[in-house]
């Protein structure tokens, strides 16, 4: 499958990448309620979601809490995003298009900043993270998700520390996938 530079990784074939993105059977490795179930979400809750995608964990976000901000740097992603908001008539959500190297949240705006399977296309993850960082609120959490064979868990600990970021948890549920809870 084709992967161009100006999507950040993601294939050229949109709507086959949308096919795999919204797998109803992604649910059974992703297991999305879980991930927010430890994530402990309250109502009053904003969250920032790096590369929020087609809405995978968007819309459960947007359920659960006040608001997300939920930005992609994939420009046709952004778009699909904007469109199955308007559908769904969801009105807490703010989709918005990243930079490359910067997920452009407000500042100390953030309860939670999560990242889902995107981590891997940081161009520089401790800059990235300390970007990303800017975002939370006193007492707030960085949440990283991505798949073992794409991100070393010891080089995201390491970005981690030299971003200014604490380790708070790593849940280990995921069957596929790192879970890492900073502040």
């Not at 795999?20 to 309620?33: I, K, S, V």
């Not at 879980?34 to 979601?49: F, I, S």
Request: net charge negative.
């Amino acid at each position: 499958m084709g992967h161009s530079r100006e999507q950040f990784g993601n294939p050229d074939d949109l709507r086959g990448y949308l096919c795999r993105l919204d797998d109803p059977e992604r649910d059974a490795w992703q297991m999305p309620d879980e991930v927010l179930r430890a994530l402990e979400l309250k109502p009053q809750m904003v969250v920032g979601e790096i590369g929020a995608g087609s809405g995978y964990f968007t819309f459960r976000l947007a359920r659960a809490v006040a608001l997300v901000y939920a930005c992609d740097a994939d420009s046709r992603l952004v778009e699909v995003l904007r469109q199955r908001i308007a559908a769904a008539a969801v009105r807490n959500v703010i989709p918005a298009l990243a930079f490359p190297d910067d997920p452009v949240f407000p500042a100390r705006s953030c309860d939670l900043v999560l990242t889902v399977n995107a981590y891997h296309h940081f161009p520089d993850p401790p800059a990235y993270l300390r970007r990303a960082a800017r975002a939370l609120r006193p007492g707030g959490r960085l949440a990283i998700v991505d798949f073992h064979e794409k991100v070393d868990h010891d080089d995201v600990r390491q970005a981690a520390t030299a971003a200014g970021l604490r380790l708070l948890a790593e849940p280990g549920f995921l069957p596929q996938q790192h879970f890492t809870i900073l502040e």
